[in-house]
């Protein structure tokens, strides 16, 4: 069983358009959102991570949303620029844990 | 440079011939683990290590072995590949931090297909 359900498996998106990942999670115990992202022929890599003690945390381009009443954290990348195509997974980890649960990922490709 | 090295990247064997995908990291991660990632189900973790001579199965361990003599490496061993076992396979290690905001560093990966 997935505990942590990303969506959706695909995304294409225009260049200067908004690219939305969202992950729903049932863990109440998991206290730690990382996303990595994942370019062709690399491994994945930590593009930005959340705490659920903040709704919200921007990186230049990138912002996560949190909701935990919900249990759903997304992923957005505003004026998505071709150079953004990668894979995105989501991840969660309970507290004091080092192993995290990805969700299966999302496939972005932004046409220029 | 801080890094996770794994060999060989690409590997082509036949069904039944042992074979060893070696894991080295520079940064005196204490937290190693193997993942192997297939179209469609994402990252799925095999096995991970916890410390040395500290190894634990994950969510799909069955034809995988591991082995931590030393915190540097972190070898995945095929005793028997069959062609269920063709995937992409990444090695990731982490520092232990208690508090949970475990970042994990990433291998390049290594392509295998079993004929």
């Known amino acids: 069983q997935q505990q942590v359900k990303q969506s959706p498996q695909s995304l294409i998106v225009q260049k200067g358009g908004i690219s939305i990942i969202n992950c729903a999670y049932e863990n109440t115990a998991f206290d730690y959102f990382p996303w990595y992202q994942q370019f062709p022929g690399k491994g994945p890599a930590l593009l930005i991570a959340?705490?659920?003690?903040?709704s919200e945390k921007k990186e230049g381009r990138f912002t996560i949303s949190f909701n935990k009443s919900a249990k759903q954290f997304s992923l957005h990348i505003m004026d998505s620029q071709p150079g953004d195509s990668a894979t995105y997974f989501c991840a969660a980890s309970p507290g004091g844990s080092y192993i995290p649960t990805f969700g299966r990922g999302t496939s972005l490709i932004v046409h220029p | 440079e801080a890094q996770v090295t794994q060999n060989p990247r690409y590997l082509i064997t036949v069904t039944g011939k042992k074979l060893t995908v070696t894991c080295s990291q520079n940064m005196n991660h204490e937290y190693m683990s193997w993942y192997r990632q297939d179209p469609g189900l994402g990252l799925r973790q095999i096995y991970y290590s916890m410390n040395v001579e500290v190894t634990d199965k994950g969510d799909v361990p069955e034809g995988y072995k591991v082995s931590r003599k030393e915190k540097r490496n972190f070898p995945l061993i095929l005793e028997s590949p069959s062609p269920n076992q063709t995937s992409l396979y990444f090695c990731a290690s982490s520092l232990r931090r208690g508090s949970g905001a475990n970042v994990l560093t990433f291998g390049a990966g290594s392509r295998l297909t079993v004929l």
């Open positions: 959340i705490r659920p003690d903040v």
